[in-house]
């Protein structure tokens, strides 16, 4: 298990893991696979590091149990091991995350992340033991717990973080979404030297990987990941210039996003990009576009 977080965490590190959309088709509720291999290679074939199946972007939670297993297989096919698929098995009830757990380790996921049960607030001894049994039920599959309080609720709390690392041998990662840098700071200072941290909070991603960050996982990322890509990459080269003028195409491209509407809105650019992924699963809106154009503009494209 080792070797296998060390191997993840030098393939993820310095770069850039899209929380991919996940294709829908016409009902508004069913996984429509047949789009995830152009998905799949848009995104590579972009320069990123891995792939983040069914996470928050992908509306993992907002499907049936056999959607997200069939997005999960699929995208791990399409990838075929050029990048690591990150598969997301975090539920609101322990027994389907344990269900997507072992799921997860039957088809070969590289790696399970799992966010926190959600809506109900619980305390550290609650969530460790939630991932326990999600570590239990996939023994031989490294394990990124998925930090966002800001919807959740519940957030990895670096005692809590530093608590697995000590536990659980699987424990390979956190993805942290958190805005607040001084919080990020203090997981940075709980965590396990082995595991990688990746930084989910796109508006001050340049930040976040100057306090210590290995690498992002963003959902703008799925349609939009030129920029974040040139970002960490800048960031390795130590080119700060470029990494501020990648950053601040970023938070134009943000701005451009209606107000409680971003998984529409990527999903829109996504379509206008040539990536036919349907609509937002409901309620979620799907906004009308045209939004690629002035994306592209800031992309100089």
């Given amino acids: 298990m080792k070797t296998k977080i ?41 320069g990123v590091a891995g792939l983040f199946s069914g996470g928050s972007t992908g509306e993992g939670i907002a499907l049936d149990l056999g959607e997200r297993q069939k ?16 598969v997301h098995v975090g539920a609101m009830r322990t027994d389907h995350a344990l269900i997507l757990a072992r799921h997860a380790e039957a088809i070969g996921a590289d790696v399970i992340a799992a966010m926190t049960p959600y809506f109900y607030g619980m305390d550290d001894g609650s969530l460790a033991d939630y991932f326990h049994q999600i570590a239990a039920a996939a023994p031989n599959t490294p394990l990124i717990v998925y930090d966002i309080p800001q919807l959740a609720v519940n957030g990895i709390s670096p005692a809590l973080l530093a608590r697995l690392g000590r536990e659980l041998p699987t424990l390979a990662g956190i993805k942290s ?21 990746l ?34 990459r800048a960031v390795a080269e130590g080119n700060l210039p470029e ?8 938070r134009q491209i943000l701005a451009l996003t209606p107000t409680g509407q971003r998984i529409g809105w990527i999903k829109t650019v996504l379509q206008e990009r040539g990536v036919p ?12 576009g045209p ?9 100089g494209q």
Wanted: proline letters at 9%.
């Fill in 6 to 46: 060390a191997e993840l965490k030098s393939r993820l590190m310095g770069g850039v893991t899209p929380a991919m959309a996940t294709p829908i088709a016409a009902d508004g509720y069913t996984v429509n696979t047949a789009v995830i291999p152009q998905l799949v290679d848009f995104l590579i074939d972009r």
């Fill in 71 to 86: 997005l999960h297989e699929a995208t791990l096919k399409a990838a075929n091991g050029r990048v690591p698929v990150l």
């Fill in 177 to 197: 979404s958190r805005a607040d840098a001084g919080q990020v700071r203090n997981l940075l200072d709980a965590r396990p030297e082995q595991i990688v941290a």
């Fill in 199 to 232: 930084a989910g909070n796109e508006p001050i991603a340049l930040g976040l990987l100057a306090l210590g960050m290995d690498g992002l996982l963003s959902g703008l990322a799925t349609a939009v990941p030129e920029p974040l890509v040139a970002l960490t």
């Fill in 243 to 250: 990494a501020q003028r990648q950053q601040e195409i970023v």
């Fill in 277 to 288: 992924v349907g609509t937002a699963v409901p309620p979620r809106a799907t906004p009308n």
């Fill in 291 to 299: 939004f690629w154009p002035a994306v592209a503009h800031l992309l």
